[in-house]
C-alpha cells in the first residue's frame, strides 16, 4: 500500500499524476524550482516543496533534494511522470533503498531499454520482429562485414541513444566509415558512450505503439496501439488511437507480441513498444521500448475507458491489474494535439505571461494543462503547454471535433503551434489516412507549390 | 523514436549576473559586438550562463554541455517580463528594512544544534563571524554545516529546531556587521 506519493515533476503530467491520486484517495507532494513557485501542480497538491534554483539540473534533475523532500514530508511513493528522472535507473533504485516506492518499473528494465543492442536482441528472443542489424560495431572490419549483411540505405544509432537522437542514415558504402566515426563522436559527445550499432533503415514508416500494463504478478495485458507518425525531428506532434494502419486483426496479433515478451522479460508498470511499420508491405518491427508512462497516454484512455494513471498507481502499491485483456475494448477515436509555446515559424520556444486564455470544452473533449490566466510559461523547461484530446465514434468525427476545439482555443500574451494542427487536419492526406514520418514535409512543400501557382 | 519529453537538462547550474560591468557601453545596446563581447567574458570565465539587463533589454548567454563533449554556445533572447525569482540558495538576500536573510541552500530538517541536546550554534542577538557555523541542514541523512558568509548580527531564528525547511526557504535574519 502506499498513501502519499511525491511527484517528481512539473506541469500538465505533474497535473495528471495529482489527479489520479487524489481520486484513488492518496495524499500529494509536489515539488518545484523557483521559477515554478506559481504554478498549478504547486497549488492543487496537498503539499508542496521548493527542491532548488530554475535550471533543472539543479532542482527536477537534483535526486538528493527528491529524496530529501519526500523524507520531510512523509511520503512514501515517488511518481516520477515522463521526462526528468523518469527512465533513469539509478534514480529508481535510491528511491527503493530509502523505502519509497518507485511508481514505474524495475531499474533492471530501465537499464535493460536503456541499452537498444540489449533491448533489440532481449525482444527479439521474446518473439518480436526486429529489422536486421548488427551488434556493436567497434572496429572497421566489423561494420564492413555488418554493413555487407544488412544492406543499403542503413542507419547507425547510439546504443545509449533513443528518442530519434544519435542517429546516421547511411547510403551507400562510400560514405560508410565516415558516418561510421562521426556517429561516434556524436554518440561519445552526447551520451558519454560512442557505441554505435547498424540496422536496416526503412524510409518514410509509420510509427505504431501498443501500450501494455503488467502488476509483476503475473497479470499483463495490453491497451490497444497509437499511431504517432507526425513528427517533427522525432518530436512527436498529434497521436491517435486506433491507428488506421492497422486490422483488427494485426492489432491483436501485435498486442499479442507485445504482451508476450513483456511477461517473458518479468516487466512491471505501464510501458509501451513502439514499433516502425514499413509502408510498404504493412510489417511492424520492434524500435524501441519505453519504460514510463508517455505524453500520449490519454488517447489511449479515451478508447479504452481505462485510467492507465491510476492502474499504474495501483500496481506500485501492490494491487494486481484491476483488468484481464478481455475487458480492454477499442471504442471510437480519439486524437491528441500537443500545443507548445513556440514561434510557429523558427519553432523557437516562445515562454512569457498568459494575458488571456480559454480552454476549449464540450462533449468528447478533455484537454490536460496545467495553464491558467496570468501564469507565465518559463524559459527553462520544455515548451509543451496543453494537450488537446477528443474522442469520437469515427475518425472522421474525431478530426471534426478537433477542427471544433482547436478554433475555440485562445491563448494571449506567448505564441503557439496551434495553426500547425489547423493545416494538417486539413491536409487531405491526413483525412485519408495516409501518414508516415515525412507527413509534415510533404504538407509543407503541398503549401508551397500552392501559394506557387497564382502567380503562374 | 520517444515522444517530445520534457526538458534534458539544462546548462550547468553556475550563473553569473555581472551588474556593472555590462553598462559600460550605453549606446551599444546588444549589437554584434557586444554579444561577441559577453560571449567572449561567458568563455574566458568558463561560465554556463551569462544574463544582463540594460535599459530594460535583456540577453542571456548559455552553452550546453554535453557530457564530456566540445562546448558551444546558445544565445537565448528573452522577453521580459520573466518573473522568475532569482534567489540563488545561500546568498544572503537583501530586505527593504536593512536587514538580510540567509536561506537555505537544501532541502532538508533544520538544526539549531551539533547534537540533540547540544547548546544552539548561535541565538538571536549574537554575533557570529564570517565562515562561523550557524546551523545544520540534514538532506539525506548527510549534516550540512551552513556557515556565515561574512562577520554578522543574528536578530532572529526563523525556524524551530527540527523543522523541515525547503530549498530558499530564510533561516536566520541577520544585519551586516
Redesign the interface.
Known amino acids: 500500500m502506499i498513501h502519499k506519493v511525491l511527484v517528481a ?3 500538465e ?1 505533474a497535473l495528471r499524476v495529482i489527479r489520479a491520486c487524489h481520486e484513488l484517495g492518496l495524499k500529494t507532494v509536489a515539488v518545484h524550482s ?2 515554478d ?2 504554478a498549478l501542480h504547486v497549488r492543487f497538491a496537498d503539499e508542496s ?13 537534483n535526486i ?2 527528491l ?3 519526500a ?3 512523509g511520503a512514501d511513493a515517488v511518481h516520477p511522470g ?3 528522472l ?1 527512465e533513469n535507473a539509478e534514480f529508481a533504485e535510491v528511491c527503493e533503498r ?1 523505502g519509497l516506492t518507485f511508481v514505474g518499473p524495475q531499474a533492471e528494465m530501465m537499464r535493460l531499454m536503456g541499452d537498444k543492442v540489449r533491448a533489440r536482441r532481449t525482444m527479439s528472443e521474446a518473439g518480436v520482429p526486429v529489422l536486421p542489424g548488427s551488434g556493436v560495431v567497434d572496429t572497421e572490419q566489423e561494420i564492413g562485414a555488418a554493413a555487407a549483411l544488412i544492406g543499403y540505405p542503413l542507419i547507425i544509432k547510439a546504443v545509449a541513444g ?3 537522437r544519435g542517429m546516421k542514415i547511411v547510403d551507400g558504402p562510400g560514405s560508410l566509415l565516415r558516418s561510421w566515426s562521426t556517429a561516434r563522436g556524436e554518440a ?5 558512450n560512442p557505441s554505435v550499432y547498424l540496422e536496416r533503415y526503412v524510409e518514410r514508416p509509420r ?1 505504431i505503439e501498443i501500450q501494455v500494463i503488467a502488476d509483476g504478478q503475473g497479470h499483463v495485458a495490453h491497451l490497444g496501439d497509437r499511431e ?1 507518425s507526425i ?1 517533427r525531428r ?3 506532434l498529434l497521436e491517435e488511437a486506433p491507428s488506421v494502419a492497422l486490422t483488427t486483426a494485426a492489432r491483436e496479433a501485435l498486442g499479442r507480441i507485445a504482451t508476450d515478451a513483456v511477461r517473458a522479460i518479468g516487466y512491471t508498470s505501464a510501458g509501451t513498444l ?1 514499433f516502425l511499420m514499413d509502408t510498404r508491405d504493412g510489417r511492424c518491427y520492434f ?2 521500448m ?1 519504460t514510463r508512462i ?3 497516454h490519454p488517447v489511449t484512455e479515451m478508447v479504452t475507458g481505462i485510467d492507465l494513471m491510476q492502474e499504474q498507481l495501483r500496481i506500485a502499491g501492490g494491487s494486481a491489474l484491476s483488468l484481464s485483456q478481455a475487458d480492454v475494448q477499442i471504442r471510437g477515436h480519439a486524437i491528441e494535439c ?1 500545443i ?1 509555446a513556440e514561434d510557429p515559424r523558427s519553432h523557437a520556444p516562445s ?3 498568459i494575458t488571456a486564455l480559454h480552454l476549449p470544452g464540450g462533449f468528447g473533449v478533455r484537454v490536460d494543462s496545467a495553464l491558467y490566466s496570468g501564469y ?1 510559461v ?5 515548451s ?1 503547454i496543453a494537450k488537446l484530446v477528443v474522442h469520437a465514434p469515427t475518425r472522421r468525427e474525431a478530426i471534426a471535433r478537433m477542427q471544433r476545439v482547436l478554433s475555440e482555443f485562445v491563448v494571449e500574451g506567448i505564441c503557439t503551434n496551434r495553426d500547425l494542427f489547423q493545416r494538417i487536419l486539413a491536409f487531405e492526406d491526413f483525412a485519408a489516412g495516409r501518414l508516415d ?1 515525412a507527413f509534415l514535409e510533404r504538407m509543407e512543400r503541398a503549401a508551397a507549390s500552392a501559394a506557387e501557382e497564382p502567380s503562374r | ?13 553556475r ?1 553569473a549576473k555581472p551588474r556593472g560591468d555590462a553598462s559600460d557601453k550605453p549606446s551599444d545596446a546588444y549589437g554584434m559586438n557586444e554579444i561577441r563581447r559577453l560571449a567572449k567574458l561567458l568563455d574566458r570565465y568558463d561560465l554556463s ?1 551569462l544574463e544582463v539587463e540594460h535599459l530594460g533589454q535583456r540577453i542571456r548567454l548559455r552553452r550546453e554541455r ?5 562546448s558551444n554556445v546558445a544565445l ?1 533572447p ?2 521580459p ?9 545561500t546568498a544572503p538576500r537583501p530586505e527593504p528594512d536593512g536587514t538580510t536573510l540567509i536561506t537555505s541552500p ?4 533544520f538544526y539549531r544544534a551539533p547534537t540533540p541536546e547540544g547548546t544552539p550554534f548561535v541565538e538571536a542577538g549574537q554575533t557570529a563571524r564570517k565562515g562561523q557555523v550557524l546551523c545544520i541542514v540534514e ?2 541523512k548527510l549534516m550540512n554545516e551552513i556557515e556565515a558568509d561574512t562577520d554578522c548580527r543574528i536578530l532572529d531564528v526563523l525556524v524551530k529546531n527540527g523543522d ?6 530564510p533561516l536566520f535574519k541577520i544585519t551586516l556587521a
Open positions: 515533476n512539473r506541469g503530467i523557483q521559477a513557485a506559481e516543496v521548493c527542491i532548488g534554483p530554475p535550471p533543472a539540473t539543479a532542482s527536477y534533475l538528493a533534494a529524496i530529501s523532500a523524507e520531510i514530508t515522463y521526462g526528468f523518469a530509502c533513443g528518442g530519434g561519445k559527445a552526447a551520451f558519454g510509427h504517432c513528427q522525432h518530436q512527436k513502439e524500435m524501441e519505453n508517455q505524453v500520449e500537443r507548445n515562454p512569457g505571461r507565465t518559463p524559459p527553462h523547461y520544455d509543451l514520418t | 523514436m520517444a515522444a517530445k519529453e520534457p526538458p534534458r537538462a539544462m546548462a550547468g547550474a550563473r550562463e554535453p557530457a564530456g563533449g566540445a537565448v528573452t522577453t517580463p520573466l518573473a522568475t525569482p532569482q534567489t540563488a540558495g537544501f532541502v532538508g530538517t538532506a539525506m523541515p525547511v525547503e530549498f530558499g526557504q
